[in-house]
C-alpha cells in the first residue's frame, strides 16, 4: 500500500489545525466542568432552601436552569 505523502505547506497546516481543534476542544471541557460546578453549588443552596434568584445571583445561572435542577 502506497502512503500519500504531504507538502510541507499541507503539514504545517494540519498541524495548525490539529492544534485549533485541541484548544477548541480544551476550551469546550472547561465551560462544561465549570458550569458542571455552578450546576453542582446550585443544587447544594437548593438543598439549603435558598431562594431561587439568590442562587442565580451567586452562580451565575438562569432562573429557568435553577428551576431545570430543582425538578430533576
Do not use: F
Not at 460546578?37 to 442562587?55: F, P, S, V, Y
Amino acid at each position: 500500500m502506497i502512503e500519500p505523502t504531504l507538502s510541507s505547506l499541507q503539514k504545517t497546516r494540519y498541524y495548525r489545525d490539529l492544534k485549533a481543534m485541541e484548544k477548541q476542544n480544551i476550551q469546550q471541557g472547561l465551560q462544561q466542568g465549570e458550569r458542571k460546578k455552578q450546576e453542582a453549588i446550585a443544587q447544594n443552596m437548593l438543598a439549603e432552601g435558598l431562594d431561587i434568584a439568590l442562587i442565580a445571583k451567586v452562580t451565575g445561572l438562569s432562573q429557568r436552569a435553577i428551576k431545570a435542577l430543582q425538578n430533576a
